[in-house]
């Protein structure tokens, strides 16, 4: 029944091949315009969780009102990425329910999390096989009135990491290319990765020289989550898509925004501009060096550091506890930093000379691993300027009242501005925990924490391990309340990183000494110990909610151990692990005296 309500969906219809899936290489006929062409593309929409349809509700609301001619999206349309038929169909169904509601058609585009499978087995097509039965083929072409679309698939190998254009589709493209030559008709290439940046797809020698004899006018895609227009070639544009409804954690002006774009083609010449509530935004809203310097910031861990650490508050609480952030600056032109704690406000972005605002802080607030209630204070920071090239150091000093139960890991935003090309302040926020200097002590449930900031955090509230001696052994029994179990497959027990990465749920175990810590990972679904052999033993326990378990280390494994840490991988039969740990990596927590 669901999969006849998706096909009802589908616009237009598609001629399926012989096995049922949709026939590929395909040219669909699309009705004549009644005036200049213009199209509009729907960015990613993956990883928005719920919070994201909105947008896409509002997006599908403002192309009615604009009534271009067709509508077209650059895939992505679903967080996908499971291990289950059913959740894919249930995300595809809320997403193509909403655009069963625009008043003019609708063609689609394959992205990686619409066909790889949370197996990351290459050879799983069950997702792609079921995207050309549910929405359509993974390349064709439209041909308008005056244009021809090419829709490209830039994952024919399913694996997330080689990407290239297979034999096959490259010759049908070359002969689409033509085919658009042929009609006296300007082409675009939409897709969902932007295939000139992979070396191995060879874009520059095979694709690119075929593009301006053939009338492209511009090449559009998405994938990274940020919009930017990189610069022009022999007369073909090329731009990259933020989101319409996915995931983001940056403003707008980083090219992060929610937003639909458009492609206007008067007498050959093509314009693309993007919109988002409010506002209309030219191509080059963001360029490619003003991304690329957003990026530098963001991206490398060395450019914020948080020295030194936050001892427990207990009954005594915090008075000037000192910490220090030291700050590098790895572009060529100056910054500003500010540091604060997530507390709640600022929790929307203003767009300077822009009538829109960003509500990105809020939509990606996940209460499972930020408490925006936080008792602890920093004293004000003062804005300072940071020189190219150059690094400073900012002490922090903190305060917390006398707690009854452990302190949260809390969240402190480093705001690092720079001056973008037009002159626009451009503020980046990297996200960092504050580290805690956890002592184990007895019968107290601890909580595991996301140490290191992440969007990929789930909204299961955080695990607990509780400590208790019995005899001479220290026994741990962690309770996970975690809304869906990952259980085992082939696949998970073959992969020779399940320690660091499972494909399930795990507990794992390190006792820090004078050497080594020795380390161990237990799967509760295979009952499996990945580690060094007589390690301790592990259990399942009874629960309510979620899962929990029960590992005994021995008093010969304690010999020695002065500090432990304790982690709970949380897979959710999908693409992703997330690990919440006791304590930072680098600062594990020390044993009560009473538990050595």
């Known amino acids: 029944m669901l999969a006849l309500l998706l096909a009802l969906i589908v616009v237009p219809p598609f001629t399926d091949a012989a096995d049922g899936g949709a026939r590929e290489g395909q040219v669909v006929q699309a009705p004549a315009p009644k005036r200049d062409l213009r199209i509009a593309i729907l960015p990613d929409r993956t990883t928005g969780r719920d919070w994201g349809l909105p947008y896409l509700d509002a997006a599908v609301e403002d192309l009615n009102r604009l009534k271009p001619d067709a509508v077209f999206c650059v895939g992505d349309l679903i967080q996908g990425y499971t291990r289950r038929p ?28 619409d066909v790889i499978a949370g197996t990351r087995d290459p050879s799983d097509r069950r997702f792609a096989e079921l995207y050309r039965r549910e929405v359509g083929p993974l390349w064709y072409a439209v041909d308008l009135d005056r244009l021809t679309a090419i829709v490209l698939y830039s994952d024919e190998n399913l694996d997330d990491r080689s990407i290239t254009l297979g034999d096959e589709q490259f010759a049908w493209l070359k002969g689409q290319l033509d085919r658009a030559k042929s009609r006296n008709v300007p082409s675009i290439l939409l897709m969902h990765r932007p295939l000139w940046r992979y070396r191995d797809v060879g874009w520059d020698d095979r694709v690119h020289p075929l593009l301006a004899p053939a009338g492209t006018v511009a090449v559009i895609a998405g994938h990274f989550h940020s919009m930017q227009r990189d610069p022009d070639r022999d007369g073909v544009q090329y731009h990259i898509l933020g989101t319409c409804g996915g995931a983001i954690d940056q403003h707008p002006l980083t090219g992060q925004l929610q937003h639909i774009s458009m492609l206007d083609l008067k007498d050959g010449s093509a314009e693309v501009w993007h ?6 935004l030219p191509g080059d809203f963001i360029v490619a060096e003003d991304q690329e310097r957003a990026f530098k910031l963001k991206r490398d861990e060395k450019t914020v550091v948080i020295s030194g650490s936050l001892p427990e508050p207990g009954a005594n609480g915090l008075r000037d506890a000192p910490l220090s952030v030291t700050i590098s600056n790895p572009m060529d032109q100056p910054i500003t930093a500010l540091v604060y704690l997530r507390d709640g406000s600022g929790e929307e972005w203003i767009v300077p000379g822009e009538p829109a605002v960003s509500r990105t802080p809020r939509d990606t607030h996940n209460p499972a691993v930020t408490d925006l209630d936080t008792p602890i204070t920093i004293d004000p920071v003062t804005p300072i300027a940071i020189a190219p090239r150059a690094k400073a150091t900012i002490p922090l000093t903190v305060d917390c009242p006398a707690l009854n139960d452990p302190l949260r890991a809390p969240e402190a935003v480093v705001a690092l501005s720079f001056t973008d090309s037009k002159g626009r302040t451009v503020p980046v926020a990297v ?20 140490w290191e900031w992440t969007p990929y955090a789930t909204d299961d509230a955080p695990p607990t391990v509780t400590a208790e001696r019995s005899g001479e052994s220290l026994v741990l029994t962690v309770r996970v309340p975690d809304d869906r179990i990952a259980e085992s497959f082939p ?16 507990m794992a175990i ?13 799967e509760p679904s295979t009952a499996s110990v990945l580690g060094a052999p007589n390690g301790p033993t592990f259990e399942r326990v009874p629960a309510t909610d979620g899962w929990a378990a029960r590992c005994t280390i021995p008093a010969a494994l304690m010999n020695g151990v002065t500090a432990i840490n304790v982690g709970v991988a949380d897979n959710d039969d999908t693409f992703h692990t997330q690990w919440r740990w006791l304590s930072p990596s680098d600062l594990p927590a020390a044993l009560d005296p009473n538990q050595r």
Not at 90 to 101: G, P
């Open 431 to 450: 996200r960092r925990r504050l580290p805690i200097a956890r002592t184990l002590p007895a019968l107290v449930p601890m909580p595991l924490e996301e």
């Open 491 to 506: 696949a998970a027990t073959k992969r020779r990183d399940r320690a660091t990465n499972p494909l399930v749920d795990a």
């Open 275 to 280: 919109q988002f509530a409010g506002a209309t």
């Open 510 to 522: 390190r006792l820090h000494g004078a050497g080594e810590p020795a380390a161990w990972t237990w």
């Open 86 to 113: 059913e959740v894919w169909q249930s995300q595809m169904n809320a997403y193509l329910t909403r655009v069963k509601a625009l008043d003019m058609p609708w063609y689609p585009t394959a992205g990686n999390h």
